[in-house]
């Protein structure tokens, strides 16, 4: 029986039939495990050039997974480099998460590769986590949203997407030991729903994490892996494990439900075929397996191919601009007075670009999610293209404090570039001491002296902020007109910079996390925890709840413009309420409004959040412009978990639902509607 182009489900399970019955033990276990990974290593003498090769069998003709990552952009050299995810999440953009997705597609193919494995939805429960950056936020329902686009878009590309890492995996330091201790309506409606929503958009793979949770690997975790994703959400597609050390015990992971262990076979292969012939296992476990991998590979690598993926996809023009533009709508807003900016360069003669990370290369992590890209526009190369002539433009790194106050006091504007680098935050590489949880909120005490010293001699100083997490102010941010949130913007990101702060570009994005004024205001947090307790609340459900004032809320980002909301109506439809409202664009210049819809617990019966994030939509109006916007919600998306009974339910109470520009009460209308 051969594979052929396009094959139907019916086609697909009758080749697994002959397949299962065709191949030796052997075979059938080569299918659950990576294989050559240190043979290519070798030869490659670096990690990350190439997709990496698991499953497949050459003599059935069954093509082999070929794995490679990341969240912003597939890490093999030369691919775009993308802003990195909690950017994009900042940007609520679904339709450009999505785009980005589909770009990501095409360079796995153009590449060689069939499995992306950067679909990272792991819920920021506090802003101190390594990898914040590869996720898009705190609320699970923004994160959901956002992973379900990427694997939309990556996926039609026949590229397998991987959700991932499978769960509540929130700490990197203690990530390969730490024993997460969750109760059932946490784990339900807080750190589980973003992954559901993926599944649902028939994400092919799930990668299971590191951590334990409720005392158990989540590579062997058989409530996670079979009782929840396989058995009650109906996943159809396999799991594979992290990396190296994702799987700790043959019969933990068989039993518990891991498909595939990566890079390699550690505990799998040899081990695993001796306890199916000493009949410690059923083949029938095996056969489970098998069937998923082969089921999943095929439904991907035999559909007809969109057109056909050239090299000369990888990190194109077209590709290229999408970075750009995905930059331009991430950045945020936080701070404007005296509405200094945008820059108007007709009034300007001088304008200085200062600090350490002016004219640096700095994307993010240096760990899995590293895109290996050379042509990164700095902030300081992104004015040096943008600014014309008539605007004197000086550059200092700011390590001579002196000269740069020279500097600063002797120009119209300063543009301050601080932040972390791959050296502060990212994925923990303790062999090379880089990344991990980070063990403050607050920038680096030099970058803290120089916006002291700067904002001292020159009071048009902006302060553009690097980073992939919530990044603590109160010690500065009064002392300076205007601060931008600009992240680890990806390869277009200087251009992106100035083409906000010149005003080429009205800022869009607002803020997918809560920035504290004190971190005795955020939950517990011990980046060496043997074991830690995931509380039902965090970030702006915490904030709401113990009623504490943060510096800058969950959702909000200011504009060049200013919108107006009036005229909020609800309508319940079915098994929807549609709630519409009108905006008008009360400045000067177009503008993008996030609009953000909340419902209202307030009279919950039982615990809940007072608001809760249930729909958004973004909204493009010229000056003057007033647009009728629609948000739909679907009913069960206000269910609670009810642990006693099993199952969602759904409470017969007056809920409130609000609408407008960020989660602040200020920036809310507010209506009220029953389900009944
Ligand atoms: C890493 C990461 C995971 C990545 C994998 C392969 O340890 O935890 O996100 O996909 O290994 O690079």
Redesign the pocket.
């Known amino acids: 029986m051969i594979i052929k182009k396009d094959m139907n489900e019916e086609e697909i399970n009758e080749f697994i039939d002959y397949a299962l019955k065709e191949m030796t033990i052997k075979e059938k276990i080569k299918q659950m495990s990576g294989h050559d990974f240190f043979k290519l290593l070798l030869r490659d003498r670096k990690f990350g050039v190439r997709a990496y090769p698991a499953a497949g069998l050459k003599r059935l003709g069954i093509p082999p997974i070929l794995f490679t990552?990341?969240p912003r952009g597939v890490i093999i050299p030369g691919s775009t480099c993308f802003p990195v995810s909690m950017a994009r999440g900042a940007s609520w953009d679904l339709e450009l998460e999505e785009k980005i997705g589909d770009v990501i597609g095409r360079e796995v193919r153009a590449h060689g590769g069939n499995l992306f494995?950067g679909v990272?939805i792991n819920l920021l429960r506090h802003p101190a986590w390594g990898r914040a950056q590869e996720t898009y936020g705190e609320d699970p329902f923004l994160i959901g949203k956002f992973g379900a686009a990427l694997v939309k878009g990556v996926q039609k590309h026949n590229v397998m997407a991987t959700v991932?890492?499978y769960a509540l995996n929130s700490i990197e330091n203690a990530r390969f030991k730490v024993n997460v201790k969750i109760d059932e309506r946490t784990l339900r409606e807080v750190y589980l729903p973003h992954f559901k929503r993926c599944i649902e958009e028939d994400c092919a793979t799930v990668?299971s994490a590191?951590n334990k949770v409720r005392g158990e690997y989540c590579g062997h975790n058989k409530y996670l892996l079979r009782d929840i994703l396989k058995e009650e959400w109906g996943f159809k597609g396999f799991v594979h494990s992290?990396?190296?050390r994702g799987l700790k015990d043959t019969i933990g992971g068989i039993t518990g439900g891991l498909d595939v262990e990566?890079?390699w076979s550690k505990f799998y292969g040899k081990k695993l075929k001796k306890a199916v012939e000493n009949k410690v296992i059923p083949m029938e476990l095996i056969d489970d397996a098998v069937i998923r991998v082969i089921r999943t590979i095929l439904k991907f690598t035999t559909k007809i191919d969109l057109e056909f993926y050239g090299e000369d996809l990888i990190g194109c023009k077209d590709h290229v601009s999408i970075a750009r533009i995905a930059a331009e709508k991430s950045m945020v807003l936080l701070k404007n007075e005296k509405n200094l900016l945008p820059l108007n360069v007709n009034g300007l003669k001088s304008i200085a670009i200062i600090g350490p990370l002016a004219d640096v290369k700095n994307t993010g992590d240096h760990?899995?999610?590293n895109v290996r890209q050379s042509n990164i526009v700095t902030p300081l190369q992104g004015f040096r293209n943008l600014i014309e002539e008539k605007v004197k433009l000086s550059y200092l790194d700011g390590t001579d404090l002196e000269l740069t106050k020279n500097l600063a006091s002797s120009v119209d504007v300063v543009i301050l570039i601080v932040g972390y680098t791959y050296k502060d935050e990212g994925?923990w590489i303790p062999e090379f001491k880089i990344g991990g949880d980070r063990d403050s909120l607050n920038l680096h005490k030099e970058d803290i002296e120089l916006i002291k010293a700067i904002s001292k001699v020159n009071p048009n100083t902006i302060v553009t902020l690097i980073g992939g997490s919530a990044i603590m102010m109160e010690n500065w941010k009064n002392e300076v007109p205007a601060i931008l949130m600009a992240w680890y913007s990806g390869m277009e990101g200087g251009h992106a910079l100035a083409n906000i702060i010149l005003g080429k570009v009205n800022p869009s994005g607002k803020l997918p996390f809560t920035i504290p004024k004190n971190t005795s205001d955020l939950p517990f947090f011990d980046k060496n925890a043997d074991e830690i307790e995931y509380g039902y609340y965090h970030g702006y459900t915490k904030f709401d709840k113990e009623g504490l004032e943060p510096a800058f809320p969950f959702g909000f980002g200011l504009s060049y413009t200013q919108f107006k909301y009036e005229n909020l109506q609800i309508e319940i439809v079915s098994e929807k309420i549609i709630a519409t409202v009108d905006i008008s664009n009360i400045g000067k210049i177009m503008g993008e409004e996030v609009v953000q819809l909340y419902i209202g617990f307030e009279n919950s019966k039982i615990q809940k959040p007072i608001k809760l994030l249930k729909g958004f939509t973004k909204a493009q109006l010229q000056p003057g412009e007033k647009k009728t916007v629609k948000i739909e919600v679907n009913k069960n998306d206000l269910a609670w978990y009810n642990p006693d009974k099993m199952q969602w339910d759904l409470e017969d109470i007056e809920y409130n639902l609000h609408v407008g520009g960020s989660s602040r009460a200020q920036d809310l209308l507010t209506s009220k509607f029953t389900i009944s």
């Open positions: 990552d990341g494995g990272c991932k890492h990668m590191y992290d990396w190296m990566m890079p760990g899995s999610s994925e």
